[in-house]
């Protein structure tokens, strides 16, 4: 397995090229399942999680080609085109589901298209249990009978989906998009009343009404559908990743940098600009993107609690803990959206920082200066916290356990060894 390796100490100073959301681009790709024309999509990020997609869909009949074109600014944004003439196969299996849970949003495709779907059930990870009973609660109030068995979910609707009425108990990004999904083909209007609002729900609902589906309420969490009878294919460029965005702007901040961060959007990161301007980063909005730098002195404490967007995204809370171990005073992180996202702190703990966890707080405060060492990736977002520790601490970091990275972070030591990080990734013989 792959080890990043980081001498810390060095400031951050460029350009960093932002990719395509990978958490729009997967519920984008699972949309191709509804057309039995060509869904072309651009700027998708090179990630393991897009091309774990691919493959699964490629297996329920998508007919999948790409082009990588040299994007804007040099960075290959890839343009996959997905053609889903019929649906071959009404089954996701296991072996492909468990690599990332995300599969489940091909749930509502399948069974509005195909009118049925066994899907392996997508198990917990790192930061919680993540149930899907609100997918599944959802799909029966818009007809479909479903029956969980041997670790799979078995949905059929022996009539067409017919819409309905529903009420979200609370906020869930992939159930909105999985209920969306199957309501653009249902008979009749739904309601979605407490959708998710995030970023990349308002990029599926542009993509969806220009496939020809009819979607009012985009950015509120209530969506009302008229259900059609066939979807067209088009064309849609995928938004830039506001996470990635964050996570750059707070390396920036760590190592007392300045980054200007290519495709940035200010209006996609508003509580983390809020948060960030209070713990002394600048961040001004530039004709190419967002300029991210720490005024001079030390980074302050504030206090950061998650939520549903507009919040402050809880796939920002690790990163945002390891930089107010840094800053100057005492900061509570409160995770609000996952059960258990902590587990970056014993690692930043064996760095130096000064974090203790109460139930669903981190109580952090901040020291003069963090150590290298060695630490081990344990979940996507986490991982990429250890990479801003190292980049700001004392003496060399290693990072073992990568491929968690490599599932949401495009290129991330080339991006930073660009803007002036010493930062390698050493291929370890396996
Ligand atoms: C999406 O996950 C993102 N993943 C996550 O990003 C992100 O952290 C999360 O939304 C919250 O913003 C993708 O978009 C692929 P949820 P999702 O359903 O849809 C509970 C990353 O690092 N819940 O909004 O799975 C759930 O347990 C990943 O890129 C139920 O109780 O998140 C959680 O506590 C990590 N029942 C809360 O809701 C359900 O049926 C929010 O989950 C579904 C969810």
Known sequence: MDRIHIRGGNRLEGTIP???????????????????????????????????????????????????????????????????????????????????????????????????????????????????????????????????????????????????????????????????????????????????????????????????????????????????????????????????????????????????LLGGRLDQIGAVAEALTGAGVKLVETNRGIHASRSDGALTCVDVTTGPFPGFPTDLQAQMTACMATAEGASTITESVFESRFAHVPELTRMGANIKLKGASAMVRGVDRLIGAPVMATDLRASVSLVLAGLAAEGETTISRVYHLDRGYERLEEKLAACGADIERVREKE
């Open 18 to 260: 932002i990719s395509g959301a990978k958490n729009a681009a997967l519920p984008l790709m699972a949309a191709s399942l509804l057309t039995p024309e060509t869904l072309t999509l651009s700027n998708l990020p090179h990630l393991q999680d897009i091309t774990t997609l691919a493959n699964l869909l490629a297996q329920h009949g998508v007919a999948i080609t790409m082009d990588g074109d040299a994007g804007k600014d040099g960075h290959a944004g890839r343009t996959l085109s997905l053609t889903a003439t019929e649906i071959t196969n009404t089954t996701a299996p296991y072996e492909l589901v468990r690599r990332m849970r995300a599969s489940i949003l091909v749930l509502g495709p399948l069974l509005t298209r195909a009118g049925r779907a066994k899907v392996s059930l997508p198990g917990g990870c790192a930061i919680g249990s993540r149930p899907i009973d609100l997918h599944l609660k959802g799909l029966a109030s818009l007809g479909a009978e479903i029956e969980l068995g041997e670790g799979y979910i078995q949905a059929v609707a022996p009539r067409r989906l017919k819409g309905a009425h529903i009420v979200f108990p609370s906020v869930s990004v992939g159930a909105t998009e999985n209920l969306l999904m199957a309501a653009v083909l249902a008979e009749g209007e739904t309601v979605l009343e407490g959708a998710a609002r995030e970023p990349e729900v308002a990029d599926l609902v542009r993509c969806l009404t220009s496939m020809g589906a009819r979607i009012q309420g985009v950015g509120t969490d209530k969506l009302r559908i008229q259900g059609i009878d066939q979807l067209g294919g088009t064309r849609h460029e995928v938004e830039p990743d506001r996470i990635e965005t964050g996570t750059y702007a707070m390396a920036a901040a760590i190592t007392s940098g300045a980054l200007e």
